[in-house]
């Protein structure tokens, strides 16, 4: 049976170590709800972008003009939401719940704050995104509503964010996967409202994943404050009897989001070599990162449960028990996007053509997607070696690897084949960069432990 929540405290006053087998099923039993839930997010947005892509294939670039621009707004607060969530995990590793709850009352405070400062300049810039990346006039206006909207509905989604990571990190992990795989079904009955119903189109989408966030929002909240068990029994505490915790939570989100930030720059670069190929190259583009986010966010869900029992292990100062869940979860990451990764080899060209009934960004979606699937073992690697290291407080290092590995590789490489190969140059670019990038973030994680940095 698996285990709904992981307190390492408690386990390891009942026993002194774990064996190899114990491991696996912890490790299986925190994977699982997220893999579930990454896995249904991605079914969504599979109805979604088919809900979006029978509006033309105008509707269809429109949204994956912006794309990238909604990535780095979700790096932003994603970010934010890891800095306090690893500093959870460490607390319940020790055994103080207090703390833990401190740190939450904390987060909270702190991103009300940077939520708004997210939105307002992103609100401001929503009309003018469209035309920097390059959009053609028939597109930017349905574009830019759609970010506009995106940006208006950051703090649900920063909350969202926080308390799922919060919660996973304190161990629980079945209620946020739970209440993101309902916001993925609420994200589809609202767009097939504000779409179909009162014909708003693209910026019906937008709406509908408002409207989504909005109200998982509202129940998580309600769970967080009046329902969690290891928060209830702590009782009240005050944040002046406790240290601050956003100095630590900065000196972890603040590489992080650089590293983001930088990341979908790049992306945005990427976009911004695309757009000129026209708006066919444009939606095989996002029909493909939208195909093959079903093999690689499984992947996301394990960096989750990896993150929670390194950092967990990290502050029971069991270092060796990080050492293995990490090592567990990484191989258990690169084994399951091969597995995701040859089966969607055969029945990509069956998932293009639910996705859009337009036959030329089908036959160019499935060309450039296969390019790309033989790295998806190594992409699955650095996703979950980044969790894990991510767990110790470590992600200086894995971020500059990381920058380095798309910068220097994928944008080079994209800027030289683009011109000869088009599309498939630049995904035929990310595949090479995305097997250099498992291989150095998979030998980071290998030397840290080995050189007893750890």
Not at 91 to 96: H, I, S
Not at 139 to 147: E, P, T, V
Not at 419 to 442: D, N, S
């Amino acid at each position: 049976m698996l285990q709904e929540t992981f307190d390492l405290s408690v386990i390891l006053k009942q026993k002194s170590d774990l064996t190899f087998r114990e491991k696996i099923i912890y490790v299986c039993s925190l994977s699982i709800p997220g893999i579930l839930a990454q896995v249904s997010s991605i079914v969504m947005q599979y109805i979604d972008a088919a809900m979006a892509g029978s509006l033309g294939e105008n509707a269809s670039a429109a949204i994956g003009l912006v794309a990238s621009a909604t990535w780095i707004l979700g790096s932003l607060y994603s970010s934010f939401c890891l800095g306090f969530s690893v500093l959870v995990s460490q607390a319940v590793g020790k055994g103080n719940s207090r703390l833990a709850k401190c740190i939450l009352k904390e987060s909270i405070l702190w991103g009300i704050v940077f939520s708004v400062a997210l939105t307002i300049p992103a609100a401001l810039m929503s009309f003018k995104i469209p035309l920097w990346l390059g959009g053609k006039s028939v597109i930017q206006k349905d574009a830019a509503m759609y970010f506009l909207v995106f940006a208006l509905s950051t703090p649900f989604f920063l909350f969202v964010c926080l308390f799922s990571g919060i919660l996973q990190a304190a161990g629980e992990m079945k209620v946020p996967s739970v209440l993101n795989i309902l916001m993925c079904f609420l994200d589809v009955f609202f767009n097939y409202v504000f779409i179909f119903i009162f014909k708003y189109g693209v910026l019906g989408a937008a709406l509908g994943s408002a409207v989504s966030a909005f109200s998982v929002f509202l129940i998580m909240s309600w769970y967080v404050f009046f329902k969690f068990g290891y928060f209830k029994k702590c009782g009240k505490v005050r944040r002046k009897d406790f240290p601050s915790s956003v100095k630590s939570a900065v000196k972890i989100a603040v590489p992080v989001a650089v590293e983001k930030c930088a990341f979908t720059s790049a992306l945005v670069a990427v976009t911004k070599m695309i757009a000129p190929l026209g708006e066919t190259a444009l939606a095989a583009n996002s029909f493909a990162v939208t195909a093959e986010s079903l093999c690689y966010m499984p992947a996301y869900g394990i960096q989750e449960a990896s993150t929670t029992l390194t950092g967990q292990s990290f502050g029971a100062q069991r270092k060796d028990l990080a050492r293995s869940f990490s090592f567990i979860t990484v191989f258990f990451g690169a084994a399951i996007m091969a597995l995701t990764g040859s089966i969607m080899f055969f029945i990509c060209p069956f998932v293009f053509k639910f996705l859009t009934p337009v036959e030329s960004i089908q036959n160019l979606s499935v060309e450039i997607l296969r390019l790309e699937l033989f790295a998806e073992p190594f992409f699955g690697a650095s996703i979950v070696a980044s969790g894990a290291l991510r767990g110790t407080g470590d992600v200086f290092v894995p971020g500059i690897l990381n920058l380095i590995s798309l910068w220097i590789v994928r944008i080079t490489l994209s800027f030289l084949l683009a011109p000869v190969m088009g599309l498939k140059g630049i995904w035929l670019a990310m595949a090479v960069e995305l097997c250099f990038r498992g291989i150095i973030l998979t030998m980071r994680l290998w030397f840290k432990y080995r050189n007893g940095g750890l």
